[in-house]
């Protein structure tokens, strides 16, 4: 259990908040636009169960231009990279929250098949955003309750 301190500021449990990622359409936009970090990876890695290779995969970007990326001066995603890493958190994020934030268990769910996802896992539609639109979705319908 823990105390309640007066001015003590609650740990974010959402992971776009971890991450200083914004959570609005517009600022998304805007964010996006300018290309987010690529250290963003290796921060949602150290947050989840997840390792970077893994997460370079579901975002549909290749090992080497993530290396790329990490090394280059910039050390940022073109936009359109930008916004699969985006979505990867958000869905990420979502999945956290399903599980109330275990990500051991966020990990085995995105890795194992779904009946909702016509037998798909979760992590094999993520670099698209329809497939990243149809995990989202089923995310919704689990937490109202809605077994498909």
């Known amino acids: 259990m823990q105390l309640f301190t007066p001015g003590a500021r609650a ?11 914004p959570a609005t359409a517009i600022a998304a936009h805007d964010t996006i636009s300018a290309g987010l970090s690529a250290s963003v990876l290796r ?17 549909g970007i290749d090992r080497n231009t993530y290396s790329r990326r990490i090394n280059s001066h910039e050390k940022r995603f073109s936009p359109e990279q930008s916004a699969r890493v985006y979505t990867l958190a958000r869905v990420i994020s979502a999945a956290r929250q399903l ?15 779904a009946k909702g996802l016509g037998g798909k896992k979760p992590a094999e539609l993520l670099s698209t955003p329809a497939g990243a639109e149809a995990v989202l979705m089923l995310i919704g319908r689990l937490e109202h309750g809605v077994i498909s």
């Open 11 to 21: 740990v974010p449990h959402d992971l776009l908040t971890m991450l200083g990622l």
């Open 99 to 113: 599980f109330d934030n275990d990500s051991v268990r966020m990990a085995r769910w995105i890795n194992k098949p």
């Open 43 to 59: 921060e949602i890695a150290d947050a989840v169960e997840l390792d970077e290779a893994a997460l370079c995969r579901m975002a």
